[in-house]
T-cell receptor, first 109, second 113 residues
Framework: GQNIDQPTEMTATEGAIVQINCTYQ??????LFWYQQHAGEAPTFLSY????GLEEKGRFSSFLSRSKGYSYLLLKELQMKDSASYLC??????????FGTGTRLKVLA | ETGVTQTPRHLVMGMTNKKSLKCEQH?????MYWYKQSAKKPLELMFV???????ENNSVPSRFSPECPNSSHLFLHLHTLQPEDSALYLC????????????FGPGTRLLVL
């Protein structure tokens, strides 16, 4: 089967660093996405990894290890507006997308 | 604003009703998708259209009927739904080939009574 696992909920303090992990088992691999979804809003694209390593984009970074079926999203200098759900998704093939259940992040003052 | 709009934003319907959800994308993309998002469950891909042709139908019950008249518009026709169909229905688009970044609409929150 195809499966993506990520923690259900995490809590962190404003200004801190948080790492959200994602592990996957899929029949193929064409890339891994991270999306942010605020309550009642559309998921918005954060990052895409297809090769091993770290992709940095401002306060957000995403890491991929294909051999381990593992990715993480790193959020630095947390702000209150970062409170949201973070969705990990793998595309195992054309027009196929497998999503995790999402990690709800709460940022406390 | 992601360039993908959905109407209505909220919908309440009885099990015998017929209704339609509409999605429009202003990004010039050629692939469009319907997803179902239920509480504490992963996003479930329902249908995929590329250049108006349906390319994926992930074992979705026939009470859900998609329609894609052109690359910018996507509809989901609903009839004789069940209470367990209550969920957030999200539309998304991507450039074309699939496996690319998707841009999501805000969703339609559906409640079936």
């Amino acid at each position: 089967g195809q499966n993506i696992d990520q923690p259900t909920e995490m809590t962190a303090t404003e200004g801190a660093i948080v790492q959200i992990n994602c592990t996957y088992q899929t029949s193929g691999f064409n890339g891994l996405f991270w999306y942010q979804q605020h309550a009642g809003e559309a998921p918005t694209f954060l990052s895409y990894n297809v090769l091993d390593g770290l992709e940095e984009k401002g306060r957000f970074s995403s890491f991929l290890s294909r051999s381990k079926g593992y990715s993480y999203l790193l959020l630095k200098e947390l702000q209150m507006k970062d409170s949201a759900s973070y969705l990990c998704a793998v595309t195992p093939g054309t027009y196929k997308y497998i999503f995790g259940t999402g990690t709800r992040l709460k940022v406390l003052a | 604003e992601t360039g993908v709009t959905q109407t209505p934003r909220h919908l309440v319907m009885g099990m015998t009703n017929k209704k339609s959800l509409k999605c429009e994308q202003h990004l010039g993309h050629n692939a469009m998708y319907w997803y179902k998002q239920s509480a504490k469950k992963p996003l479930e891909l329902m249908f995929v259209y590329n250049f108006k042709e349906q390319t994926e139908n992930n074992s979705v019950p026939s009470r859900f009927s998609p329609e894609c008249p052109n690359s910018s518009h996507l509809f989901l026709h609903l009839h004789t739904l069940q209470p367990e169909d209550s969920a957030l229905y999200l539309c998304a688009s991507s450039q074309d080939r699939g496996g690319e970044t998707q841009y999501f609409g805000p969703g339609t929150r559906l409640l079936v009574l």
